[in-house]
């Protein structure tokens, strides 16, 4: 039987979901939160199946020995995808799946309060000032650019077209895609659509296609007055030149719950644009502070863990040299 260990802190409920999922087909070990060096070094060294995302110099052979599959509880990869350091037999499974909701209710939720002035009103409130802002915008009628067409970007997207607007998407190749996008091109064709949009919502994961995709030249090829989101990865926009196109006041906004780098340094100017959100990186939030999520990185582990005892294909499975998605996603049905 495999040694099942699990280095997230999972509430008591979902834990309960997964030593369910785990009876009778592994040994399962919870490793505490406070657990000294040793003891996770020990734990890591028996284990076969990783619920969590342990650090790459804990999981070499001589450290991980039996080490055959990590279950992230992440959507993102990058911390194992881009770096040359990965163990090649170890099967990599991410959480694709649980944080579409949540991103894509920060995103719709930052975008709003930027068109209706809702910052500045909060403002104003603090400081008891009875006092109108000047114009406003509505989404009704924009064009919406999505690059990424995976659970987070289909999640915003099927959110955003129920305000009228017209929707396209970008993703690596093209297939059937959802009636809540009205076209769907590559990332060939970026270009293509990039004048037309008025809003540029950015899912992409960290990738050598997409590091710096985001140039001075790309950013000043946007739709003048449109507006620039980022819940990807932060090395997709070129910091400085977003700055420069900013402060020429080329672009409305831009929503930036990643940068690059990351933290953005305090005395970084792009904090004192007034027309700039950023918030550090909390757009997927889970573990402690939001249980929806954390209940669907639950139903993704517990399915997966099924899979792999009845020896079926996992979900989620990645390609650590692309850093995406192989094989067909646990997208999660609305929670209950």
Request: aromatic share 8%.
């Amino acid at each position: 039987m495999k040694n099942l260990l699990i280095l997230e802190p999972f509430c008591p409920q979902m834990m309960e979901q997964i030593r369910e999922a785990a009876r009778d087909r592994f040994h399962l070990a919870a490793l505490s939160q406070n657990a000294s060096h040793q003891e996770r070094r020990e734990a890591i060294r028996k284990a076969h199946i990783i619920i969590g995302e342990p650090a790459l110099s804990e999981i070499q052979p001589e450290e991980a020995p039996n080490l055959e599959w990590i279950q992230m509880t992440w959507a993102g990869t990058d911390c194992y995808t881009a770096v040359e350091e990965f163990p090649g037999d170890i099967c990599l499974t991410n959480a694709t799946g649980a944080f579409g909701v949540c991103i894509a209710e920060y995103m719709m939720g930052a975008i709003l309060s930027l068109y209706r002035d809702l910052f500045v009103y909060r403002q104003r409130q603090a400081d008891r000032v009875w006092e109108k802002e000047g114009s406003a915008q509505t989404l009704e009628g924009k064009t919406v650019l999505v690059l990424g067409a995976g659970d987070i970007g289909s999640q915003f997207a099927k959110r955003i077209k129920a305000f009228d607007t017209r929707v396209i998407g970008i993703r690596r190749t093209v297939r059937p895609f959802p009636d809540y996008f009205d076209e769907m091109g590559t990332l060939c064709q970026l270009d293509e659509f990039l004048p037309e949009a008025d809003i540029v919502a950015c899912c992409l994961p960290n990738t050598p296609a997409t590091r710096g995709l985001f140039g001075e030249a790309r950013l000043r090829s946007m739709k003048r007055g449109s507006l620039l989101i980022n819940v990807g990865r932060g090395n997709l926009i070129q910091t400085d030149s977003l700055l420069r196109v900013m402060q020429e006041g080329h672009l409305y906004g831009a929503i930036l719950d990643v940068t690059d780098p990351e933290p953005l340094p305090a005395d970084h100017p792009l904090w004192r644009q007034d027309n700039v959100v950023l918030t550090p990186h909390i757009s997927g939030q889970s573990f402690g502070s939001m249980k929806e999520t954390e209940a669907r990185i639950a139903r993704i582990c517990c399915a997966n863990l099924i899979r792999f005892s009845e020896g079926k294909s996992l979900a989620n499975r990645v390609d650590v040299r692309e850093g995406y998605a192989v094989s067909f996603p646990l997208y999660n049905s609305p929670l209950r």
